[in-house]
Every structure is written in C-alpha cells, then in structure tokens.
C-alpha cells in the first residue's frame, strides 16, 4: 500500500476522503487551514443524494447524522408565468427518499468526530498549505502552521481545497468560466407543513429552490445574475418576502419570515490537467457546478469513494505511473454525465429566448407523464447511473 499520503482542505470531500482511506488502513495527514472550532453554523443547507447516504452509511455517520437530516420525498419544479410542472416523488422511484437535506456545519462536525475515533488519521488544523518541493526524488509539501512555516514528505497529495488555494509548484491547468452569477440563500418560514416535498421554480431573475428543513422551515437557494441578486440584498425583510412570494406564488403557503442572509458568489470551473504526477484533485477543487440541481458535493462525495480503493490498490512506490493522469480519466468518465445535466439546467431553465418557455413547459409535461423517464432521472441525479 502507498505510505505518506496528504490531503489538503478539511472540507466535507476532503474529510470524507481521509476517512474512507483511514477505515482502509492507509496513514493520512490532512491539512486544513482553519481552527479546530471553526463555527460553520451559518453556512449552507446541502442537498445529500441516496449515494452519498450510502457512502456515510459505509463510515457509520449517516445514523448520527440522519437525526439532524431533513427527508425530501417529492421533489415540485415549475416555471413562472408558463405552463408545466413536473412531481418527482420517492414512492413512484421506490426509494424511501430522494435526497436527504444537511447543513454543512452537522456535516462537518459529524465526519471529525468520525475521524477522532481513526488512528491513522491527523488533522493539522490552522495549518495552510503554501508550496510544493522536490529534491533528490523526495517530494515535500510546506505549510503555515500558526506562524510556524513546516514541510513533509508525500508520495501522494490530494488536493481537496475546494480550489481556493494558490499553492506553489502546482501545476494545475483550470477552465474557468465566470457567470457573474450569485447564490442568495436564508432561512424561510411558511405557515404551511412541507411534507418532505422540495421546490424548483423556475423565473426571469434565475432559479428559486426550497429545501425542506427541521420545524417545517424552509431554506431558499435563489441563484441569479449578481445585480439581480444585489438588487434583492437591498430589500429590508418584508420586501424580500414579498418579492419570492410574487415570484414563487403559494404552492408553500404565505410566507411568514426570512432571517439569516447570505450570498455565495458562483463560478463554473473544471479541471484540464494536474501536470504533478502525483498529486489528485477531487471536490470543488476539481469541478464547480451550478447549485441549481444540489449536485456539486454529490460528486465530490463519490470522487472520494472511487478515489479510496482507486489509492488502495496502488503499490507501495507507484514512481513509474503518473497517478494523477489515471485517476483523472476514471473521475472524469464517472463525473461528466451530471456536470453535463446540471449545465444544461442551468442554461435551460434561465434561457429567455422566444419559444424558450413553451420548450421548457413541454419539457416538465412530458417528464411528468413518463414514469420510466422520471425514473432514470432520479437514478442518475441519486447514484450517477
Ligand atoms: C449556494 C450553494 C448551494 C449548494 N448546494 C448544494 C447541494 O444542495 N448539494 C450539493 O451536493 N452541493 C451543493 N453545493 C456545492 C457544495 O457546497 C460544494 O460542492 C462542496 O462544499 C465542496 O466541498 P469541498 O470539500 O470540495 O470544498 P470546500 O467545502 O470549499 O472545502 C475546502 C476546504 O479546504 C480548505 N483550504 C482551502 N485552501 C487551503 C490550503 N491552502 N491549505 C489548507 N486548507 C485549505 C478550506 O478552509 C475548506 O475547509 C452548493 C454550493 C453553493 C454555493
């Protein structure tokens, strides 16, 4: 087995994947640049696919963590001012959800704790990882811990910083393509139950989700170009009920409260080539997708998965094969189905062209007529088949 792995980024993927690899036998250290205690209580509500349920299942975290889960059992997507919705629900896929709703923080918190109880796993926190170096065939990797600046050895890097960081030495090739898009997202109250049931809708100024939370809360996701966004920031909270109340009518009920704001810039990006033979990239630091189908972590979660017996079965001094060009074929094969529908969603559903619309409400019709259809798109958004 391969000896001195490093992961750098402590997010959900980056965790995920220590610990998968840690359960297997494999030594890690990870590197996260945030404090041990870092409060991530107010950041986002993520959509879990049933495959991502599965994989927390195999690191026994899912029961902890299902007590703090929200259930989606149908799943409503309309558009405004048009004809056609479609219903997704769990009975007609014969499964007990469709997806389950986390916040990142019990998401987070869950898999430390998980990590705490691994012996071949270390958490560096605080520490930032800054550069890469190779002398007489030994690779290195330096980092910042507090002030301190420390190097260690690596015969694999998994980078799983989300793509935030500028590390030296990398040599890593990124397409990017900026949306000038933006992601409002707060917490909703309604005087209706929600029922496990999730929107979708479809407007103008982008698309509108609610995920079903807790105490039959909401959490809005609106997603749209950033001055509309701007514009909607500048609304005190009465007006910004008002404005998603036009905008999404009451299929939800009347909506009572909006607390929480936050806005998330949003950005589309996806990896080309790692020119470091032995560095992998998985999560957000391999691909950002449009959160309009809650399927960026999903990916990554799975990433994690195939990355960990991919690792498994790697001799001990894989120094012949470029592990990096390997890995990446599999993942992109695994990946390209989904970051494909999501763009297409993306731009689909927020394209305004004459006969657009009409498209897009045949299209909703038609998907909720076909059972088999349905049933397909469910498992692919579910399990990526
Ligand atoms: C509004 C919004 C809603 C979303 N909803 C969903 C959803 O419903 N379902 C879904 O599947 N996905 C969703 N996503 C996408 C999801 O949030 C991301 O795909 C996911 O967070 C990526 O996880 P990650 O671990 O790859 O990266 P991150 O979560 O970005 O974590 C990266 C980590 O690396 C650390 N780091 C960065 N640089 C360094 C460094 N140099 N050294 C050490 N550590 C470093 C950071 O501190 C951070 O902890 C949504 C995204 C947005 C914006």
Redesign the pocket.
């Given at each position: 087995m391969i000896k001195s792995i490093v992961i750098?980024?402590?997010?959900?993927?980056?965790l995920i994947s220590a610990a998968l690899m840690g359960l297997n036998g494999l030594h890690v250290t990870l590197?996260?640049?945030?404090p041990k205690d870092f409060d991530h209580k107010d950041s986002?509500a993520?959509?879990l696919s049933n495959s991502s349920v599965f994989i927390l299942s195999r690191l026994k975290i899912w029961r902890l963590l299902e007590q703090h889960a929200t259930a989606i059992h149908e799943i409503h997507t309309s558009q405004k001012n048009s004809f056609g919705r479609t219903l997704l629900s769990s009975k007609d896929c014969e499964e007990d959800a469709l997806g389950y709703i986390v916040s990142?923080a019990d998401l987070i918190n869950a898999l430390k704790e998980k990590i705490n109880t691994l012996s071949t796993v270390k958490i560096l926190f605080n520490?930032?990882?800054k550069s890469l170096k190779e002398m007489n065939f030994e690779k290195s990797i330096e980092?910042t811990e507090k002030n301190a600046t420390k190097s260690m050895l690596y015969s694999l890097l998994i980078l799983?910083?989300?793509g935030?960081?500028k590390?030296k030495g990398l040599k890593i090739v990124r397409e990017e393509i900026k949306l000038d898009h933006a992601?409002l997202?707060s917490h909703l109250e309604t005087n209706k139950k929600h029922k496990g049931r999730a929107y979708e809708r479809f407007t103008a100024e982008g698309p509108i989700a609610l995920l079903p939370n807790k105490h039959d809360t909401y959490t809005v996701?609106w997603t749209g170009p950033e001055k509309n966004i701007s514009e909607l920031l500048k609304l005190d909270d009465e007006g910004l009920l008002k404005s998603i109340q036009a905008n999404f009518g009451s299929r939800a009920g009347t909506f009572t409260k909006i607390s929480n704001r936050k806005t998330?810039p949003?950005k589309s990006s996806r990896l080309v080539n790692i020119n470091n033979s032995d560095v992998i990239s998985i999560?957000?630091?391999s691909q950002v997708i449009h959160?309009v189908a809650?399927?960026?972590?999903?990916v990554?979660i799975r990433e994690a998965f195939t990355l960990s017996s991919f690792v498994h079965d790697l001799p001990e001094t894989p120094t012949k094969l470029n592990i990096a060009r390997e890995f990446n074929a599999m993942r992109f094969n695994k990946s390209a189905d989904i970051i494909n529908i999501t763009n297409h969603l993306a731009t689909f559903f927020s394209n305004d062209l004459v006969g657009i619309s009409e498209l897009r409400g045949l299209t909703l019709t038609l998907l909720d007529c076909l059972s088999p259809l349905k049933r397909r798109f469910v498992k692919k958004m579910s399990y990526g088949e």
């Open positions: 750098v980024g402590g997010g959900p993927v980056g590197l996260e640049s945030k986002k993520l959509a990142y520490s930032e990882a980092f799983a910083d989300g935030h960081s590390i992601a997202v996701v998330f949003l999560g957000n630091a959160p809650g399927q960026g972590l999903n990554g």
